[in-house]
């Protein structure tokens, strides 16, 4: 059964470094989209991707965030200059068709920000 | 108000009992209803969708939408261990962007 990849699996980064988070989408999935879930809360939403471009974006994806599909199969989330706060898990998803209630995630990445 | 609210538990049953997960919302926008299962440290798997008001079923889990009342139940039968997990409801309203709840803790014990 397809399914959406994601590494690393543990990112340890220090305060102010850069990190680049991977994700391989589900092979027809033209949609992708990233969450974080901060350890004890609930999963909040991040950024949804669509042909090469951000189609939705929530309020905790700011100046510091960035996304990118670099080649056919690889969908990365960008984290410029990493704060304590950041520190949480990331998850990838993608869909077939936007506006989907047929999210398919990945398994996440654990980053921790020291 | 937040818009999506959920019994954190920890919901704790015997094998075999029947659970009723439910999620109450404020947004009337939202027009798909999700359910998603998680075990510890993994991404949300996707159980159920449903758009209207009503009943759907699939297997031993039935999703059931109120949108008059802004209310919706995830019901399990037949509970086994491996129904051990948190379950989330979660709800699109904009395009692309699913709004989930804080989850519910279920402890199926044998």
């Known amino acids: 059964e397809p399914e959406v990849t994601q590494t690393p699996s543990h990112q340890v980064t220090q305060m102010g470094q850069e990190v680049i988070l991977r994700c391989v989408p589900i092979?027809?999935?033209?949609?992708f989209y990233w969450y974080r879930q901060i350890l004890g809360q609930k999963v909040e939403f991040l950024v949804s991707?669509?042909?090469?471009?951000?189609?939705?974006k929530s309020e905790i994806f700011d100046d510091q965030f960035s996304v990118e599909r670099p080649d056919g199969s690889n969908f990365t989330l960008k984290i410029r200059s990493t704060k304590l706060e950041d520190s949480a898990m990331y998850f990838c998803?993608?869909?077939?068709?936007?506006?989907?209630?047929?999210?398919?995630f990945g398994p996440g990445t654990r980053l921790t920000v020291t | 108000q937040k818009e999506v609210e959920q019994d954190p538990g920890p919901l704790s049953v015997p094998e075999g009992a029947i659970v009723s997960l439910n999620c109450t919302y404020s947004?009337?926008?939202?027009?798909?209803f999700m359910w998603y299962r998680q075990y510890s440290r993994k991404g949300p798997e996707l159980l159920m969708y449903?758009?209207?008001?009503g009943n759907k079923e699939d297997g031993r889990f039935t999703a059931q939408v109120d949108k008059s009342s802004k209310y919706i139940s995830l019901f399990i039968r037949d509970s086994q261990p491996s129904d051990s997990a948190t379950y989330l409801c979660?709800?699109?309203?904009?395009?692309?962007?699913?709004?989930f709840g804080p989850g519910t803790s279920l402890s199926v014990i044998p």
């Open positions: 092979s027809n999935h033209l949609y």
């Open positions: 449903t758009y209207s008001s």
């Open positions: 991707f669509y042909n090469n471009e951000i189609s939705e």
């Open positions: 979660a709800m699109i309203a904009s395009y692309d962007k699913v709004i």
């Open positions: 998803a993608s869909s077939e068709i936007g506006g989907s209630y047929e999210q398919y």
């Open positions: 947004n009337s926008a939202f027009q798909y």
